[in-house]
């Protein structure tokens, strides 16, 4: 009988990182100008000749200029600032949040009332060009409320089969995403319970998924296939694998059962394998992991030990 794994040797279970393909310089100059759009931010070739150039010894180059990198760094200062005339105004601030406001770094601020009186003592601590006062319906005061009320409300929505996954305040809103079984009725009864201010965000009828999932290495025993992976800790749990063979190859598309919603940050893995029966022996096959389109090695070769395995192990 072959050998299994004497250790949780992490190589055993979890694969090399597949090297990330470099971005050309056309792909580069082509992202960072899209997330400036999306910020609102000028586009020019100058621009970005200068990002490029300035991020050219960086692994990860950002989509500011330096001059706006310097710039958001006072944002804590002019939020501190606006915090400060805003101490106490609980009952009509809507939100604050920092924003680009014609290029340059601001504060936008969210009041349901009395917008000349804010936009006069805020302009008086913060350059009004890098302000934005604007009016909303709701106080952060309502929304924190609305928070409490979908936490203690989230057993009695599971028993009509809506499962609440995220929510929150957002700047000048509040937003609910769920799953639910009946869309439309779970859409009905969270505007009877919420009302009409609430954003709702379906995200599909059920908590659990099947993930295409990645693993190790492998062990071959007569006609079965033996595959190693690291199992996540956050709930997750094995689900299928399945083989595909030809003459050459066996294609392993093994998958796990996950969780739709939130997670820890908690990390490692819990050593685990799945078996699947093959056709015909193994022999000099090789065995393809269908999540990544990549050959594994025998588990003996990915724990780097001296591997005496016939062709048929």
Known sequence: MARWPGSDAKAVYVPAPVPATRETAAELRAR??????????????????????????????GIFTPDERADIGGDGDRVARARAVLEGA?????????????GRRGVRVLVTAELARYRRLLSEQIDPARLVIERTSVSERELAGLADRVRSATDALAAEGIFPVMYGPTIGGFEIEYLAWDRDRAERLLRERFGEMVNLRYRGATLHTFRVF???????????????????????QPASCQAFEDDRVVVVALTIRDWRGGKTLVGGFTPAHATVQLNARLGDRVVID???NRARPHWKDAAGEQSTASPWT
Request: charged share 25%; with cysteine.
């Open 32 to 61: 960072i100008a899209a997330a400036r759009v999306r910020e609102g931010l000028n586009v020019s070739d100058e621009i970005l000749a200068l990002i490029v150039g300035d991020s050219a010894e960086s692994s990860s180059p």
């Open 90 to 102: 609980g009952e009509v601030l809507g939100g604050l949040e920092v924003c680009w406001v014609g």
């Open 214 to 236: 990645p693993f190790g290495s492998w062990l071959a025993e007569e006609d079965r296939l033996h595959v190693f992976y690291g199992l996540p800790r956050n709930g997750e």
């Open 290 to 292: 269908d999540a990544e």
